[in-house]
Each structure stands twice: as C-alpha cells, then as structure tokens.
C-alpha cells in the first residue's frame, strides 16, 4: 500500500554500525504515526533521512507519489514536510508574530528574494490564526527570546504550520517541557487538522498512545513491530525491547 511517505530498505551506516538496518515505513495522509524504540535504536537517524538531513547508503524515500532522496531539508519543507526538532528553533530578537509571519513568507512568496509589501500584509494575516491555534495570542507581541520554554515548543509548531505541511516530523517535542507544558502540547498536537500527517519520535510511551493512531517499533536499526496502540502496548517483543534497552 502506498502512502503520503514511503520509505523502503533505508540503511544508514557509521563505520561499521549499523544505525539503521534496511527499515521500511508508511505513513499515511492524516495519520499520526509514532517512531518509538530504546536508546540508539536508530529512530532519529530515521527522521534525519525522511527529513533531508542525511543521505543514506541504500534506500529510496517518496513522498506524495515522488522520489525524494535527492533533496535536502529546505526543498523537502517547499514539498510539505516539516521537521520540528528538540530544541526549538525560534528567532529570540522577534515577537512571536513576527516569527509566524517569517516562517510564513515563502508560502506567500514562493522563490522570490523580494517580499512585496501586500505578500508581507498576507504573511501577517496567516500568523493570528496560527498563534490562535497554538494558543499563543496573548503573547503575540512578546519577543520569542522571552517565552517559555513550551510556548517557544508552541511556536515552533504555529511557524511549521505557516508553511502549510502536509507531514510534520516531532522530534521528541515533550522533552524539557513541565508536566503542564506537556498537557497544553497533547492538546494543541490532538487538535491538529487532519489535513497534516504526524510522525512522532517520542520517549513517553504515554504521549505516544494519547496522541498516535501507529506505531512503530525500532530496535538496533530495525523494525521490531508496528501496529495499533493496542497493540503495540501489549505486545511481549516490545515489553522485552523495552526491559533490555531503555534508559
Ligand atoms: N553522526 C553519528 N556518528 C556516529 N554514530 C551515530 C551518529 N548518529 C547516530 N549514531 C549512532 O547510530 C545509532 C542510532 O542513533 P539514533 O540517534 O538514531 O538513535 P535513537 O533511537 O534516536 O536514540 P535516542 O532515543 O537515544 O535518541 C546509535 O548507536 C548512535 O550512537
């Protein structure tokens, strides 16, 4: 079955490790897909590959029916896939407006080096809906640099969002966040429009079941299981994996 992104016998290797093994992944239009696996089992080489930055030795990547190895992390995010990473990636000196109105420039704009001030006006009539989405309208107007920690996370999201992804990639978005940041993100990511597929890479096993609909389970550059929440939680090969290798 093919899917918005099909990765097939995608095979990275470091010297003589083997961080990834061959993996195959679907994930499909809508879908919120989990990545999970213990520590080095090679789930954020696997982003680094869906997302551009790195080109593995063997493999093929599509995305919406086109191959898309060749491409690196910008041409990728112009296709619809964004990446958010573990440290959010927010311009400090800018209010959190102005960071929604620059992610949402080239979608406007697409390839000029010129921003037209009526494209800047519609850039900027994109970021309120965003901020509202990502409930950060009361800090608008507050340079990124100032917010917390899981609004900057927050924003991070309103600034992916502006370019109109058809996939995102989490890397691991609870990490650092407090128990309450955490229960503001599962909501705002479960509110999501289904018109954006989710890959998630994530280490609380209860995110991943609040927020996925499949799973799949790496260990040691392969894929141990893949399935439903259900069963995935309840599967003995994962408990084993889990008991042998998490941190
Ligand atoms: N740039 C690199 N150079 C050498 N080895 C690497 C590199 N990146 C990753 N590895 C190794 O590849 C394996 C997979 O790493 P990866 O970070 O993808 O695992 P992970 O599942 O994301 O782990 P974690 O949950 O700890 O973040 C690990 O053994 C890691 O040490």
Redesign the pocket.
Known sequence: MTGLLDAQEVSVR?GS?A?LDGVDLCVHDGQRHALI?P????????LDVLGGSTRPQRGTVRFAGRDIGRLGPAARARRGINRIHQRPAVFATLTAAENVVVAALPRVIPRRRWWPAGRRRAAQQLAGPLLEQMGLTAVAAVPAGHLAHGQRRQLEIAMALAGRPRLLLLDEPAAGLSAVEVGRLVELLQALPRAVAVLL?E?RLDLVYALSDTVTV?RD?RTLAAGTPDEIRTSPLVRQAYADGVA
Do not use: M, Q, R, W
């Open positions: 470091y490790l961080a696996g520590n080095g089992a090679g789930k954020s080489t696997l890479v280490h790496l550059g």
